[in-house]
């Protein structure tokens, strides 16, 4: 099993930056595939970017060039850089942790959760 637990959400105006971390224990970081999702209001929980155990990562069209994912694997950690935000990129975050994941940004791939984290964008 693998506990994931997410931080760095926040309230930042259009146009800005903030970085998200996801903290990984429990059992070898490195042989998952690792994502974030997000999700809305009343929305679908749906996969922003994926990084495999081979470190490729694969995002979704309405953040590709503004989104970077990124994992170390000695400190078992997962990063999102999110860079020229959107009041659309609004949502609760969640770090996730699947095993021979084939989908890379279908949910129903991951198995271990995090409680998520809350990223505002205002206009």
């Known amino acids: 099993q693998v506990q994931v637990v997410e931080s760095g959400g926040g309230s930042v105006q259009s146009g800005g930056s903030l970085r998200l971390t996801c903290a990984a224990s429990g059992d070898i970081f490195s042989k998952y595939s690792m994502a974030w999702f997000r999700q809305g209001p009343g929305k679908d929980r749906l996969g922003v970017a994926s990084i495999d155990s081979a470190g490729t990562p694969t995002y979704s069209d309405s953040v590709k060039g503004r989104f970077t994912i990124s994992r170390d694997n000695v400190n078992n950690m997962l990063y999102l850089q999110m860079n020229s935000l959107k009041p659309e990129d609004t949502a609760m975050y969640y770090c996730?942790?699947?095993?021979?994941?084939?989908?890379?940004?279908?949910?129903?791939?991951?198995?271990?959760w995090g409680q998520g984290t809350q990223v505002t964008v205002s206009s």
């Open positions: 996730a942790a699947g095993y021979l994941v084939a989908s890379h940004l279908d949910p129903y791939e991951y198995n271990y």
